[in-house]
Nanobody
Framework: QVQLVESGGGLVQAGGSLRLSCAAS????????IGWFRQAPGKEREFVAA????????YYADSVKGRCTISGDNAKNTVYLQMNSLKPEDTAVYYC?????????????????????WGPGTQVTVSS
């Protein structure tokens, strides 16, 4: 069973950047899809971005498209979320998650129910 741990969160001013990391242990990412979600206080957990590790295809929520980039490092078994031009509304706990059961060619999972392994989350706070 794979375990996930996020890092890289913190406090940043609006307009700044952060790079979040999602490190896996237990198994490699090689056949999984990895996603990032976020949850702000009082709100539902929402999709941010995901990558189909096998194909390299990516998918982004409209709210972050053009500002965020998801990528992976096979050798380090780590997925990154580069976030630029951060806004106060990006403030949330960010979670990475793995879809370990699907074997997709071009589809990139994006719904919370499609992910079965979750990390504990990392806090991102953007000040205005």
């Amino acid at each position: 069973q794979v375990q996930l741990v996020e890092s890289g969160g913190g406090l940043v001013q609006a307009g700044g950047s952060l790079r979040l990391s999602c490190a896996a242990s237990g198994r490699t990412f090689s056949s999984y899809s990895i996603g990032w979600f976020r949850q702000a206080p009082g709100k539902e957990r929402e999709f941010v971005a995901a990558i189909n590790w096998s194909s390299g295809y990516t998918y982004y929520a409209d709210s972050v498209k053009g500002r965020c980039t998801i990528s992976g490092d096979n050798a380090k078994n780590t997925v990154y979320l580069q976030m630029n031009s951060l806004k106060p509304e990006d403030t949330a706990v960010y979670y990475c998650a793995a879809n370990t059961g699907g074997r997709y060619l071009s589809y990139v999972p994006r719904f919370r129910s499609e992910f079965d392994v979750w990390g504990p989350g990392t806090q991102v706070t953007v000040s205005s």
